[in-house]
């Protein structure tokens, strides 16, 4: 029997500079018990350094926390990349601390990277600078995350900035992809009517890309599935036996 499971794939922790110091594994995770999120996506710049953290705290959880990894790529495009479990994410992390630049962060200009336990205590300092371009294509990105059996979605496709429609004009007619996503700036009657042939050709879901946790208070895309697993959520972007993704506007 299919359910629906109001979701947001795009949750930054502590461990993004540009986040505040409050988005810890608790506070994310009552958040969404509060707000009634049941698919959420963590989804750091270029690391995974703290899904550790949000898998351990997780645990208690009614719902699926996917982990996941916002990576920027050398065209400058943001791009969200979910695996099946820990591990996997892990392993692509490992992949692009290869190819990020060997830089240190500057934590008193661009901000703190907060490494953190389950309960939100910080355990350590990310050094390598995430918020930076890693010397892949959107295309290299793609087919790494799909070797590895991960969800590849571009971020944001509607914002000027970091986004593959800003920096390229279009989506590739090539490209392969599991959806494309909409930030929470446009309504989804906007959305259709600024992107028409993004709806005809893609699933869409909108994210809050939450930095704080007032971002969070905003839910737009629910799934239609048996149960929240990832393999759930492949599904319902390709539409099989019923599943989907469906909308709603819902500010609380």
């Known amino acids: 029997m299919m359910k629906e499971f109001p979701a947001d794939l795009h949750v930054h922790t502590c461990l993004s500079p540009c986040a505040e110091d409050e988005m810890i ?26 899904l550790p953290a949000m898998v351990e705290a997780s645990r208690g959880f009614d719902g699926l926390v996917l982990p996941g990894i916002e990576v920027q790529t050398k065209e400058e495009v943001h791009v969200l990349c979910y695996f099946e479990n820990l591990e996997v994410a892990m392993d692509f992390q490992d992949f692009l601390y290869e190819h990020l630049p060997p830089r240190k962060n500057d934590p008193e200009r661009l901000g703190r990277q ?3 336990d389950k309960m939100g205590n910080v355990i350590d300092e990310e050094e390598k600078l995430l ?35 800003g920096q390229l004009g279009f989506i590739p007619e090539y ?70 993704v469906t909308f709603k506007e819902i500010f609380l």
Not at 27 to 39: C, Q, R, S, T, Y
Not at 134 to 155: N, Q, T
């Open 25 to 50: 594994p608790p506070n994310i995770l009552n958040m969404a018990e509060l707000l009634g999120i049941k698919v959420i996506g963590i989804t750091d710049h270029n690391s995974a350094r703290n």
């Open 131 to 165: 918020i930076a371009s890693v010397d892949l294509s959107v295309d290299e990105v793609a087919e790494k995350v799909f070797d590895l059996g991960g969800i590849f979605i571009p971020a944001h496709v509607d914002r000027m900035s970091f986004s593959l429609i």
């Open 175 to 244: 490209m392969k992809l599991d959806a494309v996503e909409f930030s929470k700036n446009l309504s989804v009657d906007e959305a259709r009517s600024r992107f028409p042939s993004v709806f005809a050709k893609y699933p869409v879901v909108f994210s809050s890309d939450a930095h704080c946790l007032r971002d969070m208070v905003y839910i737009r895309t629910c799934f239609l599935l048996e149960e929240p697993t990832f393999e759930e959520v492949k599904r319902a972007f390709k539409g099989w036996g019923g599943r989907r």
């Open 114 to 116: 907060y490494v953190v």
